[in-house]
């Protein structure tokens, strides 16, 4: 029996899952031929300190590279550059060194210690596969066994100056949506009607449903796949699953100076698998017998041109009925029915013509038909029941395209420029009734948008340089039309977004360094949307000078510390008094975050604990009250997040979380008296989690999760 709790719903469900799973390797030959054709890529690794040497290395081969705790002290590297397997790059590295390597499992390899009698060789050897690791980091622990180097665009928890969970090789039976991984993060809360909370900021934004579409009311939080922004109903309405996902990150208090738009609360980012350079196949299927549901997933990844270009092809999906039951039968429409599904295709070119180059191109389509609110009605709801003739249900019929490429190139060892351009398509039609399909009850509402982006970075990061840091270009545009004839709602909405940012760190002195960063951002709305009882005509810009600044000071390889300041934002927008009938607009709402930040790793990195201590100042703070949208002028939230994951053996991984948040609004507008000192929304005062996961090298796994969101 698997009981899992949905928070994005606000209901306990149980179910009976089945479910099959199975991986395969497909190779061409037997026997020693099988053995060479191994994929071969490019590496430009330079010369350096070993560590650095093999961090640049895991970088390249999208591999994960470990360590005992003082294998790697005070030992360099001759690097690696040329055409290779990964094997045989890493043994180029490891040449002269006194050291070798296992691998353990696909895309992991392990750095132990040479046998005496060829401390000049480089030999691999073999050991079992180890277990996947959920949580801060990826790690895989055995013995002395630490990570030294994960090849993801967060390397290292200890010099990130954001607090930040990062989840890796999730379980795609217990984690099948982003709204399901909101259990592993402390001061993150599922939300009904929306996108998760973050320190107590729904995620959607100052409201939902229709106050959105004709207001511009903009999300707190900004969700990102494959570098390309989520639309606001995107995720809400289009869920992506987590189906050939390598890692979600998630990002707490605002974002503004990478992320930019819509990131005032936070950022959520989603990468799925890149394509290999061996062919690969994965599959899935399982059973729910609550609600009587099935789902899919399919992968198949490998090379089309050796060593230079490869596709990775998935698929998954859900289809059945929802838990809910629903009474009567004169529904225009199944409310019950759910299907979803998601398709993607991605190709990576590596020319050995340019070996300093790379492209990525991903398309995917997305599609969900019917449910998406989850409601019960009283008085017990623990009956999953809908059984008011008076209340309506909506059911959505969305899909999302998109197409993005990114290119990339290494202009130097220390400078790598990229550019990516995406495109998005996004079509969203919603219909609602009541159970007795009452006339008066029924309606439709149609939501079409176009949006492109383009963002230019240049990163620098130089062996053992002083100074780091990116610096990008951003350009954003969207198209969107909503029509709806029964409710007398129709009109465009276009939005322009151009900015320029810089981010980084400099080296002072000892372990201290400085962390700087600004972003200069111009958006222009125009909005001219029309109902029966009034109409919203828009045409304003806004540009913000968002900083952020702080120090970090780093005490040993396994400790550090840092303290930051920065700014975040949401423009404001106009809208129609559904009472009177009448326009206004409404301002800005902007946020100065102070946040002290630490991270430490012991016993030989078996153990690792996170912890962030922050405080947000709100100015205009934006809310829906009474079915208007109000600036409440000052605002504040305060709290407290700690992480920690221990090791315990090769396969068992325990895990834990808290988060202690306060909020309160500080003083209110005066026809809204009342709310002063009320907390926000979806604010809840605790946060924990407490799990473990156990895994064997038979491929058997199991473990457990508890929660507790309090009031």
Not at 308 to 317: E, T, Y
Not at 348 to 364: D, N, Y
Not at 573 to 593: C, H, L, N, S
Request: proline share 4%; net charge neutral; aromatic share 10%.
């Amino acid at each position: 029996m698997v009981i899992r709790h949905f928070l994005a719903r606000g209901l306990m469900r149980g179910a009976l899952g089945l479910s099959v799973s199975g991986v395969w390797t497909l190779c061409e030959g037997t026997g020693a031929k099988a053995q060479t054709t191994a994929p071969v890529q490019s590496f430009h690794v330079a010369p350096g300190a070993l560590s650095e040497v093999l961090l640049t290395f895991s970088q390249q081969a999208h591999v994960q590279v470990t360590s005992d705790a003082e294998s790697l002290d005070n030992r360099t590297s001759a690097g690696v550059t040329g055409h290779f397997t990964q094997a045989a790059g890493l043994q180029q590295i490891l040449a002269g060194t006194g050291l070798t390597y296992r691998a353990v499992g696909e895309g992991a390899f392990q750095i132990v210690a040479a046998p005496r009698a060829s401390q000049e060789q480089v030999a691999p050897t073999k050991t079992p596969a180890p277990h996947s690791a959920e949580g801060s980091s990826a790690s895989s622990y055995g013995g002395t066994e630490r990570i030294v180097v994960v090849g993801q665009s967060i390397d290292r928890l200890k010099n990130t100056n954001s607090a930040v969970t990062v989840l890796r090789h999730l379980d795609t039976d217990e984690y099948r949506s982003l709204y399901d991984v909101t259990n592993r993060v402390p001061n993150m809360v599922g939300n009904a009607a929306g996108l998760p909370a973050i320190r107590g900021m729904s995620g959607e934004g100052a409201a939902g449903g229709i106050f959105t579409l004709m207001s511009g009311s903009r999300p707190r939080t900004a969700v990102i796949i494959d570098g390309l922004p989520e639309t606001f109903g995107g995720q809400r309405y289009t869920d992506s699953g987590l189906w050939d996902f390598d890692d979600v990150q998630v990002l707490r208090g605002p974002q503004a100076t990478t992320q930019g738009r819509n990131a005032i609360g936070g950022a959520i980012t989603m990468n799925t698998k890149d394509p290999t350079w061996a062919w690969h196949g994965a599959a899935h299927a399982g059973y729910e017998s609550q609600g009587d549901r099935g789902s899919f997933g399919a992968t198949l990844s490998g090379p089309l041109v050796k060593d230079q270009l490869a596709i990775r092809l998935s698929g998954n999906g859900i289809y059945g009925n929802s838990y809910i039951k629903y009474a009567g039968k004169s529904w225009p429409y199944n409310p019950s029915e759910i299907n979803q599904s998601t398709f993607r295709g991605k190709l990576l070119w590596t020319p050995k013509a340019l070996p300093r180059f790379k492209m990525e191109m991903v398309g995917s389509h997305r599609e969900q038909n019917g449910e998406y609110l989850y409601q019960a009605t009283g008085p017990d709801f623990w009956k999953y029941k809908f059984d008011n003739p008076d209340m309506n249900i909506r059911v959505s019929n969305s899909s999302i395209d998109t197409l993005s490429d990114k290119f990339s190139y290494e202009i130097s060892d220390a400078l790598t420029a990229s550019l990516l351009y995406g495109h998005v398509w996004y079509d969203a039609n919603f219909n609602q009734s009541n159970q007795l399909g009452s006339p008066n009850s029924r309606g439709k509402l149609n939501l079409n948008e176009n949006n492109n982006t383009i963002e230019q970075r240049f990163v620098y990061s130089p062996k053992n340089g002083w100074i780091n840091g990116v610096l990008g270009l951003y350009y954003f545009n969207r198209d969107q039309n909503i029509t709806s004839p029964d409710m007398g709602v129709n009109g465009p909405d276009q939005e322009q977004t151009y900015a320029i940012y810089m981010d980084g760190t400099v080296h002072l002195v000892g372990g201290l360094s400085l962390i700087a960063g600004a972003r200069v951002e111009r958006e222009v709305q125009t909005r001219n949307v029309r109902m029966n009882w009034g109409s919203v005509n828009f045409d304003g810009g806004t540009t913000m000078f968002l900083p952020k600044g702080g120090l970090l000071y780093t005490f040993s390889p396994h400790d550090s510390m840092s303290f930051t300041v920065r700014r975040g934002y949401n423009p404001g927008g106009g809208a129609i008094d559904w009472d009177r009938g009448f326009y206004y607009q409404y301002k800005k709402e902007t946020v100065t975050t102070y946040e002290l930040s630490g991270h430490t790793e012991q016993f030989g990195r078996r153990f690792s604990l996170n912890g962030n201590l922050f405080y947000n100042s709100f100015h205009n703070y934006q809310d829906l009250l009474d079915y208007t949208f109000v600036n409440v002028p000052d605002g504040r939230s305060m709290g407290l997040e700690l992480e920690a994951q221990y090791h315990v053996t090769k396969g068992l991984n325990i895990y834990g979380g808290v988060g202690l948040l306060d909020t309160k609004i500080q003083k209110a507008p005066t026809a809204y008296a009342y709310a002063e000192g009320s907390k926000f929304s979806n604010a809840p005062s605790t946060t924990f989690t407490v799990g473990f996961d156990q895994k064997f090298q038979s491929g058997f796994s199991f473990g457990g999760t508890v929660n507790r969101v309090g009031a």
